[in-house]
């Protein structure tokens, strides 16, 4: 279950729980965990820099276990998604692992 917490403005960024990815796993033959993650926006965005962490609880502390950033080319019209769908590690089981992402956007306002 994965509780999600309204947006509080029209530009806001989205990410998915972390999840065994089928696709990958049919192009590698191996598991691996995925997270996704894209941007929303009511207004012109430029410059979007989309950041996915994959994290996994440890014993002690919380370890890194991927990350992708995926930068726009062009400028993104308003209501125009931006995503990161490339976040992902193989030979991992899906157990302890969580998602953040961190986003870099200039809008017109």
Do not use: M, W
């Not at 999600?4 to 049919?26: A, F, G, M, N």
């Not at 926006?41 to 276990?65: A, F, N, P, R, S």
């Not at 993104?76 to 870099?104: C, H, I, S, V, Y």
């Amino acid at each position: 279950y994965s509780a999600q917490t309204p947006p509080r403005t029209k530009c806001y960024i989205s990410v998915d729980d972390v999840h065994l990815s089928t696709s990958i796993y049919e192009a590698h033959l191996k598991p691996a965990i995925k997270a996704n993650a894209s941007s929303h926006c009511d207004k012109t965005q430029t410059q979007v820099h989309l950041t996915v962490v994959i994290l996994k609880y440890g014993y002690l502390q919380t370890h890194t276990v991927a990350t992708n950033t995926v930068i726009s080319k062009r400028s993104l019209l308003p209501g125009e998604n931006f995503e990161n769908k490339d976040t992902f590690q193989l030979g991992q089981e899906l157990r302890d692992f969580f998602a953040t992402t961190e986003a870099r956007i200039f809008a017109d306002f």
